[in-house]
């Protein structure tokens, strides 16, 4: 047999088998991009429920401390029945208490009713507090140290009687002055030092000094030499938690991306449905009340005043409280972003989706709405008339 002979020539059909045919090398790619879409959406759902829960979880923090620092506060709350307002409380639909209010360059927060403004839904956390939500301010008793092996007694270390403040700011987040583009909605806690506080030649008022009625002018008037809320503690810092320009004193801010805070406040009444009556917001029937100019509570009277004494519906907003419930709205991390987007001066200026009526103020809540998480709290006050 010749050489030639012997060799074997590949037929056709073995030749084809060589390869990939076009319809295979299409059927392949279709499984492929059908494969890489379905990992896309998969990682893509992964990351997003990923984010959602980090959100969540840091909202989530942040109002268990709130609320367990409310709790403290509002269980160690003192009062007299000597005339002065122990504690109080205002709904803020303006801007204007604090001086440190940042407005937003588009698209704000809208103030009033219905969108902002709804204190009468039936459900706490359905409830909306105003523009700047509830300016609350009262006595409490500072836990301190005072213990044997604490040789030197220091304003830091005492148990003694303190005013604070719960309020929400919109305002820089930056120490650094010439920072004026980040600012979020900040709910701060304001202390008051106990004693004097004595820098070089200037002596710094507390709350010894300042007398305890929560809205004497000690707490709400400056005095630029040594109450201008400019040093954490003076008791200015109860209406201005820290500076506005300068050295920017956010040492007050217990969370962030807060957007409401109220409240609602009861006396004991056994002919009320529950044993309690609601006394704010409300009227002086006890009914939820949407009127944020007159929605305060001055307490200065006893909590023992009979719900049947004549000078209850007058003074109704004057007794002091023996339940409070608590509501903070914290936005996700997201929310915040979504917010700041939304409100930052930017070009071409964003305009409000259909999806909200093509409503900017609508927008705002919806966006809100959708990204962020209500909680509540019902606390009990020990408070007993000295």
């Known amino acids: 047999m010749s050489l030639r002979a012997s060799m074997q020539v590949p037929s056709p059909l073995r030749r084809s ?30 990351s997003s429920t990923w984010t959602r829960t980090s959100g969540r979880l840091s909202a989530d923090a942040q109002a268990r401390s709130v609320l367990d620092q409310l709790a403290m506060d509002l269980q160690g709350a003192m009062f007299r029945d000597d005339g002065n307002v122990w504690l109080a409380a205002s709904v803020l639909d303006t801007t ?56 030197t007694t ?7 009687p303190v005013a604070v403040s719960y309020q929400l700011v919109r305002r820089y987040t930056a120490t650094n002055p010439a920072n004026t583009t980040s600012q979020a909605y900040l709910l701060h806690r304001s202390e008051v030092r106990p004693a004097a506080l004595v820098a070089g030649a ?3 008022p507390g709350v010894l000094e300042s007398g305890y009625n929560i809205t004497g002018a000690a707490y709400t008037t400056a005095n630029v030499a040594t109450n201008n ?11 201005t938690p820290g500076t506005a320009t300068g050295t920017r004193n956010l ?29 704010f917001p409300a009227t002086a029937a006890g009914v939820l009340s949407n009127n944020a100019t007159t929605s305060r509570i001055l307490a200065s009277l006893p909590p023992g005043l009979p719900t049947t004494d004549p000078n209850f519906s007058a003074l109704y907003n004057q007794v002091f409280p023996d339940v409070v ?26 305009t409000a989706p259909v999806k909200y009526n093509s409503n900017a103020q609508q927008w705002w809540w919806g966006v809100a709405q959708e990204n962020s998480r209500v909680y509540t709290r019902r606390i009990l006050l020990n408070a007993k008339p000295l």
């Open 96 to 151: 204007a208490n604090s001086g440190l209010w940042q407005p937003a360059f588009r698209n704000p927060k809208p103030a009033g009713a219905p969108l902002s403004l709804a204190m009468t839904a039936p459900n706490l956390a359905d409830a909306r507090y105003g523009h700047a939500g509830v300016w609350l301010r009262f006595f409490t008793t500072r836990r301190g140290v005072n213990s044997a092996t604490n040789a």
């Open 251 to 279: 040492d007050s801010v217990i969370a962030d991306n807060v957007i409401d805070f109220g409240i609602r406040c009861y006396v004991r009444d056994p002919a009320s449905p529950g044993g309690l009556r609601l006394i």
């Open 17 to 46: 088998r060589c390869g990939f045919t076009v319809l295979e090398l299409l059927v392949a790619a279709v499984i492929t991009a059908v494969l890489g879409g379905f990992l896309v959406v998969i990682i893509s759902n992964v």
């Open 325 to 350: 419930d608590v509501m903070i709205r914290i936005l996700s991390e997201d929310g915040a972003r979504l917010i700041d987007n939304m409100e930052k001066n930017q070009t071409p200026a964003p």
């Open 154 to 160: 220091t304003l830091a270390t005492t148990s003694a």
């Open 229 to 239: 809320a400019s040093v954490a503690g003076d008791p200015r810092t109860i209406r």
């Open 202 to 204: 200037t002596s710094r």
